[in-house]
Nanobody, 120 residues
């Protein structure tokens, strides 16, 4: 019914930048929110950016000022611009969207994840 596809991950040197994309497609009537999370092996999945933007105590201080989320409504796509990357940003990054489908159901959907590795 609904698919989320992330792209843009890869290997980058410390101090570098990456832009991740997450495109939603399928039986979409409305998208209420699109967020980015990240997860390292053995740890919980953590929120790193949210759209609509708003004050959130859930976003770690370590990414504030370095990660920026933006959205293209026409393309049902959300982006995560990551600057001044550090080795500790290495993780699998996931997109989550809260979507009202054309069938009337409202659910959270996850993408498959994209690996970001920050290393020299």
């Amino acid at each position: 019914q609904v698919q989320l596809v992330e792209s843009g991950g890869g290997l980058v040197q410390p101090g570098g930048s990456l832009r991740l994309s997450c495109a939603a497609s399928g039986s979409i009537f409305n998208i209420y929110a699109m967020d980015w999370y990240r997860q390292v092996p053995g740890k919980q999945r953590d929120l790193v950016a949210m759209w609509p933007r708003g004050g959130s105590t859930d976003i770690p201080d370590s990414v504030k000022g370095r990660f920026t989320i933006s959205r293209d409504n026409a393309k049902n796509t959300v982006y995560l611009e990551m600057n001044s990357l550090k080795p500790e940003d290495t993780a699998v990054y996931y997109c989550k969207a809260r979507i009202l489908t054309t069938f009337g159901g409202r659910n959270d959907y996850w993408g498959q994840g994209t690996q970001v590795t920050v290393s020299s």
